[in-house]
């Protein structure tokens, strides 16, 4: 970025959600020269972590829904505090330069929010993404199946087995 002749960058990361206040500090640090606009998405704390249960259910986790609640409410204050994160960011940035949007309100169509908010749709032509890209989720039952399955027949070899092993699981259930 320091050498490049752009007036305008994107830094877009999930994990930037987050991180700490030092972190938030240091990015700042780096982005000193530039003018900084924060855009966050905030969603309802229940449906996030619902979500993202579902989304190590995805990636082999054995942990319950109630541990994994448990373990995420003790290590995630600065995500799921939202008083906390606009604190932390609104600290390094100005509080005049943080937009949230409202998840449940972007009606599927967070690229299209994003680039409303951030200006960007006035500058260039943004295609039409609503509901047709939406990040449909796999179905909660499906992830408690393949939950329950990575708990009863030890740990996938690989992802690229876990197919094949996961039709293992499911012959050998339907025979017993």
């Known amino acids: 970025m320091e050498a490049s002749q752009h007036r305008y960058f994107l830094i877009s990361a999930e994990d930037l959600s987050g991180i700490s206040p030092a972190a938030i500090s240091q990015l700042r640090t780096k982005l000193e020269r ?4 924060v855009i966050a998405t905030l969603r309802n704390q229940v449906d996030y972590l ?3 249960y579902n989304e190590t259910g995805k990636m082999f986790c054995r942990e319950d829904r109630p541990a994994f609640i448990e373990r995420a409410l003790g290590t995630m204050e600065s995500i799921l505090d939202f008083n ?8 390094a940035f100005g509080a005049a330069n943080l937009r949230f949007l409202v998840f449940e309100n972007l009606k599927g169509d967070l690229f299209g929010n994003f680039c409303e908010t951030s200006g960007i749709a006035a500058v260039i032509d943004i295609p039409d993404y609503r509901k047709s890209s939406m990040n449909l989720s796999t179905s909660a039952a499906f992830l408690e199946a393949n939950r329950l399955f990575s708990n009863a027949a030890a740990p ?8 094949d092993e996961l039709v293992d699981v499911l012959n050998t259930a339907a025979l017993e």
């Not at 906390?84 to 600290?91: E, G, I, R």
């Not at 996938?156 to 197919?163: D, Q």
């Open 156 to 163: 996938w070899t690989s992802m690229e087995t876990y197919n």
């Open 34 to 37: 530039f003018d900084v606009r």
């Open 84 to 91: 906390l994160l606009h604190a932390n960011w609104s600290n």
């Open 50 to 52: 619902e979500s993202l």
